[in-house]
């Protein structure tokens, strides 16, 4: 027998105190440890199952979505709470709640996954039991419902959800449509109910009373396996949605001008010169240099600097369309990418952006040296598109004097008090 860690032998004391169906998975699919309450639930001791793949509980249909979310584990993502079915040592389906939670080593690495899981079928011998399920699933942030073969809606529940307070079972005999307030047959989530009667599991994403939603939908099924209708249940992802869409944007974007950073600035590149490509359409790329940025902050001081390259910034968001992407492509270099536009446009731009530097009042004063790459005349790839535009931004910099104007020594001084 594999040598277990203390921790581990106390989570494994732990779960045969627990009521519920408590199994740890390693992040192999395999079982370390198994509750009593698995036992009663699955049929399987914990002799028979520890070790074996955890795949011998979920339908084959479900093993996808099985390795989907163990490989999400992982990397540290977690698919916390999930209505499902699992089969019984003698081959029926069960239906269960899940909950899950990630189990961390000593040094907080991600080493398998605790599920909890718990009937939804409970007998009519114990009905004790069967309240507080039901207790605890009206108070968990969730929509749950069944439907028949129709899609008309045979049990609800969701008193947990803050877009929703409806009351259990209100929506009985009423269509899913009514329930989830859907306009159309043909998009989701109801196009995956019908794909639910056919057996086939999904999970869409839903708009609903102002919150998002994530809808998984799977084929409810009698005793004797065949379909009766679907499960579904929407969970509330608004929270974690608008965090996600942070972190992405972040990710994206330079902290200090708020333009697309370079990561963003090459796939944007690399996918217009594809779309370029399809449609047999031009567009042009403009590299802009802040010129003498050292000098400013040698001179002025680096918040001077950081000022400089947010003024510039907010000069070149000025004159981009909404279709346009202004990007922060170095230190003290930008990147502009112009969809359907021809090089009279381009340098029509460049200009205007050139010429607002110059009448800008601002100390100290900023000039800008611009170079543009025409698709498909420069270059048919983003590689060759950047080069062009490069090489005529430093020959129009060595040919150009800086612009910018430097104080004297004594108003330097005051400048610099004064920042």
């Known amino acids: 027998m594999p040598h277990r860690t203390a921790s581990e032998h106390l989570l494994s004391s732990v779960l045969q105190l627990a009521e519920g169906g408590f199994v740890s998975v390693s992040l192999e699919g395999l079982v ?82 605790l599920e909890s899981a718990q009937s939804l079928t409970a007998s009519a011998s114990d009905p004790p039991a069967r309240g507080q399920l039901r207790m605890l699933i009206e108070q968990i942030p969730v929509l749950l419902w069944t439907t028949d073969q129709n899609l008309r809606i045979t049990s609800n529940w969701g008193g947990g959800l803050s877009s929703s307070r409806t009351r259990p079972d209100e929506f009985v005999g009423h269509s899913v449509f009514e329930f989830l307030q859907c306009s159309t047959a043909d998009g989701s989530p109801i196009a995956e109910h019908y794909e639910a009667l056919q057996g086939i599991s999904s999970t869409c994403e839903y708009a609903h009373k102002n919150r998002i939603l994530e809808i998984r939908l799977r084929p409810l099924r009698a005793p004797s396996g065949e379909i009766a209708g679907c499960i579904g249940v929407g969970v509330d992802i608004t929270d974690r949605k608008q965090s996600e869409e942070e972190i992405l944007y972040q990710a994206r974007h330079d902290a200090l001008t708020n333009l697309a950073n370079y990561r963003e600035f090459m796939d944007k590149l690399e996918r217009e010169v594809n779309r370029a490509e399809r449609s047999h359409r031009s567009f042009t790329l403009l590299l802009l240099d802040l010129d003498d940025l050292k000098k400013i902050n040698d001179l002025w001081g680096h918040l001077a600097g950081n000022r400089a390259l947010k003024r510039l910034a907010a000069v070149i968001g000025e004159h981009c369309r909404s279709t346009d992407l202004a990007a922060r492509y170095g230190g003290d270099e930008f990147a502009v990418v112009l969809i359907d536009s021809d090089e009279g446009m381009a340098e029509r731009v460049a200009q205007r952006i050139a010429s607002r530097l110059q009448t800008d009042t601002e100390e100290p004063a900023l000039s800008v040296s611009i170079g543009l790459g025409l698709y498909p005349a420069d270059g048919r790839t983003a590689a060759e598109l950047i080069e062009a535009a490069d090489r005529q931004l430093y020959r129009r910099k060595k040919e150009s004097k800086s612009r910018i104007t430097l104080p004297a020594d004594h108003a330097l001084r005051k400048n610099k008090a004064a920042i």
Request: net charge negative; no cysteine.
């Open 32 to 113: 370390k440890t198994w509750s009593s309450g698995a036992e009663r639930l699955y049929g399987y001791s914990a002799h028979e199952m520890t070790g074996q793949p955890l795949r011998q509980l979920v339908p084959k249909d479900e093993w996808p979505s099985m390795d989907s979310a163990i490989s999400d584990a992982a990397g540290g993502k977690l698919q916390e709470f999930e209505i499902t079915e699992r089969v019984h040592k003698d081959g029926s389906r069960v239906l269960v709640s899940i909950k899950r939670t990630l189990i961390r080593g000593e040094r907080e690495e991600v080493v398998g996954i």
